[in-house]
Nanobody
């Protein structure tokens, strides 16, 4: 069994920064992909960023490219999402997930965290 736990959300002013963390525990060996998704009120869950655990290859949604950076620390079984130049439209619950395919499709991820709220005030 795999557990995924996010942390680091909060309230920040527009233009500010936050760093989210995602700690994975349980069966963490092997090649897999870690992804960040978000869901704003009244909207569907959307892809934000993903990274391969072993190779460190990453990709981003167009809406966050150049502002967000995903990274991982294999020794700590932790993935990070550094969010800079935050905008009010970044306000959402952010979820971390683990899957086995390098994809932006949420339904391809098997294990999900409970989410962490990010609120960006204007």
């Amino acid at each position: 069994q795999v557990q995924v736990v996010e942390s680091g959300g909060g309230l920040v002013q527009a233009g500010g920064s936050l760093r989210l963390s995602c700690a994975a525990s349980g069966r963490t060996s092997g090649n897999y992909v870690m992804g960040w998704f978000r869901q704003a009120p009244g909207k569907e869950r959307e892809f934000v960023a993903r990274i391969t655990w072993s190779g460190g290859f990453a990709s981003y949604a167009e809406s966050v490219k150049g502002r967000f950076t995903i990274s991982r620390d294999n020794a700590k079984n932790t993935v990070y999402l550094q969010m800079n130049s935050l905008k009010p439209e970044d306000t959402a619950v952010y979820y971390c997930a683990r899957g086995s395919t390098f994809t932006a499709a949420a339904d391809m991820y098997d294990y999900w965290g409970q989410g962490t709220q990010v609120t960006v005030s204007s």
